[in-house]
Every structure is written in C-alpha cells, then in structure tokens.
C-alpha cells in the first residue's frame, strides 16, 4: 500500500514521463522538417522509451493499490536552433528527470517504503544510461560543428536505432 505523499509524487512522476514522450516527439517532427531523418527516428524511438516508463510507473501504481490520476501535459518546445541545440535541450531534460527520480528515492528512504526504493532502482540506473547517450550525442555534434558531411554521417547512424519492447513478464 502506497502512502498518499508517495502515490502523489508517483503520480507527478506519471505526468513527467508524458512530457518526455511529448517533448522527444516535438524533436522528432523538428528533425523531420529539417530532412534529418535519423535523428528524428532516434527522437521517435525515444518518445516511445518514453512511454514505456509510463506504463512502468503507472502499473506500479495499480500494483500497489493505489489510484492513478492523469493531469494535463505541457505542451513541449517546437523548436530548436540547432541539431545540437536540440540535443542539448534533450539532455538538460534528463539531467532534470535524473533529480526528480533522485528526490522520488529520498521520499521513499523517508517513508520507509521499501518496494518502491526498489522498483526506483531501474531508473536510476536508467538515468545514468540515458544521461550519457545524450551527452555521447552532444559531443558529436559539437565536434562535427555545421560541416554537412560529418552531421549526414551521425544522422545515418541514429537512423539505426530501433524501439525494443520491454521483455515480457512470464
Ligand atoms: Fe528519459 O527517462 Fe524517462 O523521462
């Protein structure tokens, strides 16, 4: 059973991870209209990433029997500057997930909830993944600065990437 302090910031958390997909899908359609379509596919993939999350804290919710409440999504930025501007927006935003699911952990620690500083543990360490893919992308196209070949290159290359649904639980 979740307390009502938890399953409020549970919920918070729910709304945040919306905004993520939201926000990476506006990346996407930006990457679209300026005819970078790998990087827009790597913007779709993580929008659905996104989601995955979602769904991840909205059944540990349910599971704990506690309610889940959706609230209204901000809408996100439309657009960017820059490619690398863009990416740099990205990785800003996870730096701010990473500190909200940090101060998601030190409710739990002080609530002595420990299945959800359990069930927490997969993001943290998911942060620090997410964290430096973005930051690995920053600096690539800080190196490849505006020359056309070096940024068709990586937008080849993050046109690779492919969603992969989580495993399913047996
Ligand atoms: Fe990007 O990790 Fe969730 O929000």
Not at 146 to 158: K, N, S, T, V
Request: aromatic share 10%; proline share 4%.
């Amino acid at each position: 059973m979740l307390c009502s302090k938890m399953e409020g910031a549970l919920n918070s958390q729910i709304n945040a991870e919306y905004y993520s997909s939201y926000l990476y899908l506006s990346m996407a359609a930006y990457f679209d209209s300026i005819n970078l379509l790998g990087m827009a596919n790597w913007m779709r993939v993580q929008a659905q990433e996104e989601m995955v999350h979602v769904m991840k804290f909205f059944d540990f919710v349910a599971e704990r029997s506690g309610r889940v409440t959706l609230t209204s999504i901000d809408g996100p930025p439309t657009d960017w500057a820059s490619p690398v501007a863009a990416f740099e927006a990205a990785l800003t935003h996870e730096r701010h997930i990473s500190s909200l699911i940090n101060k998601l952990v030190d409710l739990a620690l002080a609530e002595s909830d420990h299945a959800t500083n359990n069930f927490l543990q997969w993001f943290v360490a998911e942060q620090v993944e997410e964290e430096a893919t973005a930051d690995g992308i920053v600096q690539q196209l800080r190196l490849v600065k505006d020359a056309p070949g070096g940024l068709f290159l990586l937008d080849r290359e993050l046109s690779q990437r492919t969603f992969v649904p989580p495993a399913a639980t047996p």
